[in-house]
């Protein structure tokens, strides 16, 4: 057994058994080692980003980690923009990075840089084994670095309160190759952090009290159990429930109360929490504006509004918190569920922003996992149009770097393969990770992706009025329009082995998409959307 | 005029004109003044590492940084491989990164993250002005840090010996728009270091002396007036000639004397250099190897060979010192150059490793600029296959982050739009960046590239008996293999507006290369390799 058998068996040991990798020289050892450890499933992507897009993925579906195995410096800086995603959606992954052997780095050769500042960028933790037979404990506390579970001799209070995060190990290549010592067993999680009786009835008082009070929920508080109690809540005080923009997973659909997500600018969410005297962040941070605008404050919550904390964030069990605050206001058991509207009748005609999703809406299948990077075209259409649709998984896009969606329907699909993956992508965000389709089609992952194609970085023609640029010319505008040349979502999906089609209208739209939900494998519907 | 303005007059009183862009909110300003500014060319990519290769690939040939323009810390990540490549190729590059307006830092809103660690791994100069008046002098200094001039004011010794940086200049989005100050000035360009006299009379007694001796080459000492030089020496002397395996910039071809590149393989470098008593650094490094194997010396150079340095690096005019070392050793003012054979006849035939550079070197036309990504199928075939093609230009993987070629080849054609520029690209890399055809498409760029479909990661492949991992089994083959499904790279391009074909023998190769070189904008031909 040399180390990195150790690695292996030490992940295997801690329940990590799949690692998407893009390995490179200073990682042969294990891509050779899996052959002999054949319980670690290895998934090769083509651009570090997808790897690490797709470890998120699949650790928001299964609540534990997946590996990634990343080729030194700058495979770990490929995969950088989406481990910031998963940081900030609280995602529980471990990186895997290979470096040169300890007596080759004073070369300085050309791949040579600095891996551990690249880490430390978006990790919590980070580590080098200095020695072979560091290799297994400190594998195993990587493993508990992400799950933020107690690491016995290892405190680390910066981890206190996440649910989950990014470590980074970097392992030495003579690590690897030289004989290992005994694998690591399983450290212990630590459970979510539970909230106290006090906070609940100063709560419960709050809720019940005259002035009308909010809930901001994010966390296990969008789960099914979750949502029933802040819909119990409302039922028994007239206390709204509110979740962020793009939540990490948000239950949604029939049989689950409709949650309103805070809108994406802030004029939209002033309207929502218009009147609202008490905003309480139950494992949600403060809203915040994505970006600052000349002259507006970039704090969402109106200054007549008081904000207060029942679980300061998403490491805390919300659902439990919330399932108490109801018992504490209501006897009730259940809420009365929202009485399904009738879909709407479909009527056939060219796709735009306000129709392509109540389609999807129409027709999604239970138990679907949405993976939405729709941006634009989905941020206020989206969640009305499936909030009736079979209860379904909405994975969102909670740290804004775009290129999530594909790679994280991998890791989804690969997470939940007995469940429909649809992943509602925005055409310039797509193209930062598009490799994800070779690897959904090598892995025959049932992914449907729809590409919401407005051949423009929509949001960005938008933000230019926001942000006081004023009048612009010719030159700005082509830095904004992905047309000249049209891209062919279509053709290229089929060049990554993804069969692919094209829809102009709702109608087509439809039959395409219960076409390629019947059908397994990966399918690309490329949906042509009319400006509006 | 606002602080965005300032900034771009800057850039281009500084000779800064191109600015590879992929933007969000907080460049909006930048992107609205192009059109205030049109001297400024404003180039879209897809991708923020096809902005940063670009950048890299312009400066290669032109001399004079572009400026790229990064949305935030993740837009900046995704720059970083090809960023960290420009930096071992010692190329001007100036990075124009945006960031959150400064009071909306605080918030820890969803895109923020630590920029400047993360411009520090791949910037010699990181810089974020403070004051609307800091943005100007700022500026301008950035361009100078990344030409090595002379900052006055702002001496940084770590800059000295250099020909090129990476220098990053971080503007929070309320500088931006706030009202600008003048715009700076032109800082003055450091010129290249000149070799002393004494160091060329030592040089010159070690060549002209009785132990064989043999030049490692780099710099300007690979254009056309170092390496004729470099013949010079070799006639006069027997002193041969060597360059890295895939330099910066590289001359070669008919007229040019042919320079040795030094083998990719260890083995093969110990041959090169076996029997040198004395090797001469002329403004390259010491070669070492690119990976560490068990049991073996990353340190190149045989153990009985003593190395020299003439000059330290390539911030030497190391084209002069050569000229001064050939005329110290001989009076010869020319070598013969070598009598171009007579091409070979190109046998209609599968392509494979061994034939298809000989059908690129027969039919290069002239003054091609090679980009050459073409790693396992070309290290070491397409030096000897283009010896005797017309005199041309080869930009080479220094850094060895692959993923450079395409966005190379779209710099290097928007910095000389009168040559044809081939892009040698190995499959595995070029997904990497693949939506650099969008780019060459929009531009009508003329490249023409060829990719060299073999169907795996084959470098990785030779490199897993080299590490000693063993026998391997399926799960290892599978992470190395691009088959299952094979990429179809002509379906792709065409997605991506480039028309592409696809060549099996040396004679559709032929046809189709001539073909596209003859037809303007860019082209894309996916060579199938067979197995050698």
């Known amino acids: 057994m040399n180390g990195a058998e150790t690695l292996l068996q030490t992940l295997l040991n801690n329940d990590v058994d799949v690692c998407f990798a893009n390995p490179g020289t200073s990682e042969m050892q294990f891509v050779a080692a899996l052959d002999r450890h054949p319980a670690m499933r290895g998934v090769l992507c083509l651009f570090e980003g997808v790897a690490t897009g797709a470890a998120d993925g699949y650790a928001r579906m299964t609540g534990k980690p997946a590996t990634t195995l990343l080729h030194l410096g700058p495979g770990l800086a490929n995969g950088l923009a989406n481990l910031h995603n998963a940081r900030r959606a609280r995602t529980p992954v471990v990186n895997i990075v290979g470096d040169h052997a300890h007596t080759h780095k004073e070369l300085d050769s050309p791949l040579e840089s600095d891996i551990d500042a690249a880490a430390r960028i ?100 969008l789960s099914e159990s979750g949502l029933k109690a802040a819909a119990r809540i409302q039922k028994a005080t007239g206390t709204l429930s509110f979740c962020p923009t793009w939540p990490a997973r948000l239950r949604r659909g029939a049989g689950v109360p409709h949650i309103q997500p805070l809108g994406y600018r802030a004029e939209a969410v002033g309207r929502q929490l218009s009147g609202i005297k008490h905003l309480i962040l139950v494992g949600a941070r403060e809203p915040v504006a994505s970006f600052a605008y000349p002259g507006r404050s970039g704090i969402l919550t109106p200054p007549e509004t008081t904000v207060h904390r029942l679980a300061p964030d998403s490491g805390f069990d919300v659902a439990d918190a919330l399932n108490r605050l109801a018992d504490a206001v209501t006897p009730d058991l259940f809420a009365p569920l929202p009485v399904p509207d009738a879909p709407p009748r479909i009527v056939n005609e060219a796709l735009r922003t306000k129709n392509w999703a109540q389609v999807i809406g129409a027709l999604l299948p239970q138990e679907a996992i949405v993976v939405d990077e729709s941006i634009t075209e989905g941020m206020e259409t989206l969640a009305p149009a499936t909030a009736n649709s079979p209860a379904h998984d909405v994975l969102g896009l909670v740290g804004l770097a775009i290129g999530q969606g594909l790679p994280v329907a991998v890791g989804a699909a690969i997470a939940c393969p007995e469940r429909p993956v649809v992943c509602l992508q925005a055409d310039g965000s797509a193209l930062y990770t598009i490799s994800a389709l070779w690897t959904q089609a090598r892995e025959a992952l049932n992914v449907t992706t729809v590409i919401l194609n407005n051949r423009s970085y929509a949001i960005l023609r938008a933000e230019l009025d926001r942000v006081g640029a004023g009048q612009i010319g010719p030159a700005a505008t082509a830095l904004l329009d992905l047309g000249q040349p049209d891209i062919d979502f279509t053709t290229v999906a089929t060049g990554l082995g993804v069969p692919a089609t094209r829809a102009r209208s709702t109608a087509e739209l439809a039959e395409l998409f219960s076409t390629a939900l019947a059908t397994p494998g990966p399918h690309l519907i490329e949906a042509i959307l009319q400006p509006t």
Chains 1, 2 share one sequence.
């Open 122 to 221: 978006v990790s919590s933790w980070v580590r080098r084994p200095a020695t072979p037979a560091d290799v297994g404990p400190d594998t195993a506390a990587a493993v508990a670095a992400a799950l933020c579970a107690d690491v016995p001799g290892d405190p680390d209070p910066s981890r206190t309160g996440t649910s989950g995060a990014v470590s980074t190990l970097i392992v030495p290549a003579d690590l690897s190759w030289s004989p290992g010592t005994a694998p690591a067993l399983r450290r212990t999680q630590r459970a979510l952090q539970t909230v106290s009786h006090h906070d609940i009835d100063i709560t419960a008082a709050l809720v019940t009290g005259p002035e009308p009070a909010a809930l901001l929920i994010d966390g296990t508080g």
